[in-house]
């Protein structure tokens, strides 16, 4: 405002400084930040508050809500009517389960994505996803900008902003949860004058994330990282204490590295992923709690919950080490964490992934086969594989009869690999036995 009254007295180069801020400051308060805005939304809180928040402060004409189903296995249609009444001009709902399952799980099941080496990316793997779906929609219905509910302390804000700029670099990205300032309170309070209707029951202590890989769930009395878990955080996996007594056996068949069949049954890739999640978490497989490094620099406390994404990838890891050689499981290793790391990071869309995935997908070509995980009091372990491609070469590997393997080839081999050895060895320690 102070730059409107100062503007005719500079005579000197700021005037054009003044003007740009004056143009901005037209554009932010006059115009509105943007016109028609693609809001992504859950139906909670602060996604919420966003509609009513863009238009009567940032001055959107238009807001378009998109809610995407990614397996939550929640009714969507009471979301829907949410956002209408919360003031959307329009809400959306995208079924996008099939194409997470097979676009964004299946190939960060044949990368063994692991972040930090624990976390299999089940709500990382949505964001790129989410991002698509919104773009999609702002470019079909001449949005100028999208916007999330997202906060400035997350992954999340990173990985949608990066994604959708790496998508359309034409669209503005609008955050307003990370810009407004308000407590939670203030924000529900802010909500109702608009008549958001907010839910009386006692909001839950977690900030849980679910969708068909898994739920992850943060903060209340999991910010004390000494806390076990109260045993209320969890919905997909029994407490040991419930889970049966007899062991369950379960057959997964993947091609090229992807699961395709469970006991023998070829199964539709929502399907496969659900069964697994039940069989899994029946016992009480697929928990993780960890202390991780968050792309903003905190360290965050996590509890996830993925059971069958766990399992695919234990088992997958185990099909590669029947069908892939030595040194390309071991080069692998290296993309894995790369590949983890970058979808962590919100870099799906990236010239990295396609360089990696180029790499990844000429390995899966041979990765084919079955394998067998018994399930029991909290443990998958992995008892049996088989592929036909396998190169594991039993008259190499027998201790039997059937023998092989030419043992005196051996000795000539140990001299040479531990040539440079021996002559440090002879140069460090036979002169200390000269003295
Ligand atoms: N830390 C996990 C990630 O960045 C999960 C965060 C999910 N959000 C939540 N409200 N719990 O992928």
Not at 319 to 345: M, N, P
Request: aromatic share 8%; with cysteine.
């Amino acid at each position: 405002m102070q730059s409107l009254s100062v503007q005719g007295e500079r005579t000197d180069g700021h005037v054009s400084l003044y003007n740009s801020r004056l143009v901005v400051f037209l554009e932010v308060n006059l115009m509105g930040r943007a016109n028609k805005v693609v809001l992504a939304y859950s139906g909670g809180v602060d996604t919420s508050v966003c509609i009513p928040y863009l238009k009567e402060e940032w001055g959107v004409k238009e807001v378009i809500t998109l809610a995407a189903d990614l397996g939550q296995g929640e009714e969507l249609a009471p979301i829907k009517e949410k956002a209408l009444q919360a003031g959307a001009a329009q809400s959306l709902v995208g079924d996008a389960t099939e194409r997470f399952v097979k676009d964004y799980a299946f190939p960060a099941i044949q990368a063994n994505a692991l972040y930090e080496n624990r976390y299999p990316l089940s709500t990382a793997l949505a964001r790129p996803l989410i991002s698509q779906l919104l773009v999609e929609a702002a470019e079909k219905y001449g949005a100028d900008a999208v916007a999330h509910g997202c906060t400035g302390k997350g992954n999340d804000q990173v990985r949608f902003d990066v994604s959708i700029v790496a998508l359309n670099p034409n669209l503005k990205v609008l955050a307003p949860a990370r810009e407004w300032g308000m407590s939670r309170e203030e924000a529900m309070a802010y909500g109702e004058r608009f008549g958001i209707p907010m839910s009386v029951k006692k909001s839950s202590p977690y900030s849980i994330d679910r969708n068909l890989l898994g739920r992850s769930i943060e903060a209340g009395v999991l910010e004390d990282p000494m806390t076990e878990p109260p045993e209320e955080v969890f919905a997909m996996t029994r407490v040991i204490a419930d889970t049966p007594d007899e062991p369950e056996y379960l057959e997964i068949g993947f091609e090229q590295g992807i699961p395709k069949t469970i006991d023998g049954k070829t199964l539709h890739p929502v399907a496969l992923i659900t069964q697994l999640n039940e069989r899994v978490g029946k016992h009480g497989v697929g928990r993780i709690d960890m202390i991780e490094n968050r792309v903003v620099g905190i360290k965050s406390r996590e509890i996830y919950e993925t059971p069958a994404l766990l399992v695919l990838i234990q088992a997958h890891r185990d099909l590669e080490s029947l069908t892939l050689t030595a040194d390309v499981s071991q080069y692998k290793r290296g993309i894995e964490d790369t590949y983890s790391q970058l979808i962590y990071r919100g870099l799906w869309y990236s010239p990295l992934r396609e360089a990696l995935d180029a790499f990844i997908l000429r390995t899966q070509e041979r990765v084919t086969g079955t394998v067998r995980v018994k399930l029991f009091k909290g443990n998958a372990t992995i008892v049996g594989r088989e592929s036909d491609n396998s190169i594991y070469a039993p008259d190499l590997a027998t201790y039997g009869a059937e023998d092989e393997f030419d043992h005196k080839a051996a000795e000539g081999f140990i001299y040479i690999w531990g040539l440079p050895t021996r002559v440090w060895s002879q140069k460090t320690k036979g002169e200390q036995g000269k003295g």
